[in-house]
């Protein structure tokens, strides 16, 4: 909602100085231009990213138009979730978590939290480590180590996205500059048409400048700055579950592995102690 906002903002105060300033908005409008720059950068991004990365970087930019996965109530399901299974272990041992971890669709605790289940990588994550402590034998620094990579082979998929779309950001202004340049070669070419055919086409090619620009550091950097600041608390969410298991590993009782995941989360989403009390006697 905020980028829609946002991009209206933009566009807003851009034709509204310009008309201030007695510019006509229909003279921005040179289909030439945008086509050679908007198919020039989309071409680009084609070359340097492979067709999975596109489609990830399109689910992305659409995933910035709906509400954000990480929330206040999506981190105390996941508190409630977590509490539930340990205790659940405590009490029947941990052999029996066993059923829950091979198939979470269908456990009678995890398929309580649709928000849980909709994060694939929270699933298996949770689920992968899970089986590590059913296995035993695994000291709890070692299991730390072994979550550490999970997150970081994650972290490096992840990030490429928003990698990339900085990558077409900062293409733009070159390529709206290429776009100029073949504007200027068309006002060569008609230079005996007179100063106004000239100016015509001056004006023409430099649209293709002012696009550019506009794209890069309007648009689609703006874009991409999101994306990662969204993929990085979406990582916290990991880490919330990562502080828990490693607490309950190491034996810890369950309303303390919760407190030790309470305390991971991003103080934005934070629930409170009491709110998290209240919510696991529910």
């Given amino acids: 909602m905020f980028v829609i906002i946002g991009i209206a903002l933009v566009f807003g105060a851009m034709l509204g100085g310009f008309m ?3 510019g006509n908005p229909l003279s921005l409008i040179v289909p030439g231009e945008f086509i050679i720059i908007l198919g020039v950068a989309t071409g680009s991004l084609v070359i340097a990213n492979p067709l999975p990365v596109i489609k990830q970087i399109i689910a992305a930019v ?6 954000p996965k990480v929330s206040k109530a999506a981190y105390l399901d996941l508190l409630k979730m977590l509490y539930e299974l340990f205790q659940f272990a405590k009490r029947e041992g941990l052999i029996a978590l066993e059923q829950h971890v091979e198939n979470p669709e269908s456990s009678s605790i995890i398929s309580k939290y649709p928000t849980f289940l909709a994060n694939h990588h929270a699933v298996d994550f949770l689920c992968d480590t899970l089986k590590v402590v059913l296995s035993g034998g695994v000291p709890a620094h070692d299991l730390e180590e072994l979550m550490d990579m999970d997150l970081e082979a994650l972290h ?12 077409f950001a900062d293409a ?3 390529i709206g500059i290429v776009a100029a340049v073949l504007g200027i070669i068309v006002t060569m070419g008609s230079i005996n048409e007179g100063a106004e055919a000239v100016g015509h086409h001056v004006a023409g090619a430099l649209v293709g400048t002012f696009l550019g620009v506009l794209m890069s550091y309007g ?6 700055s999101l994306v990662g600041k969204t993929l990085a608390k979406e990582a916290k969410y990991l880490l919330s579950i990562k502080a828990a298991l490693l607490s309950f ?5 369950a309303t303390v592995a919760i407190e030790y995941g309470r305390r ?3 103080p934005e989403f934070r629930p409170s102690f009491k709110e998290t009390e209240e919510n696991l006697k529910r």
């Avoid at 659409?62 to 509400?67: D, G, M, N, S, V």
């Avoid at 590993?249 to 009782?253: M, N």
């Fill in 20 to 22: 201030i300033s007695g």
């Fill in 62 to 67: 659409l995933a910035t138009l709906k509400p």
């Fill in 156 to 167: 490096e998929e992840e990030f490429v996205i928003p990698g990339a779309l900085q990558t």
């Fill in 172 to 174: 733009f202004p070159g």
């Fill in 219 to 224: 648009i689609v950097g703006p874009i991409s």
């Fill in 249 to 253: 590993a190491k034996g810890a009782p």
């Fill in 264 to 266: 991971a989360i991003d």
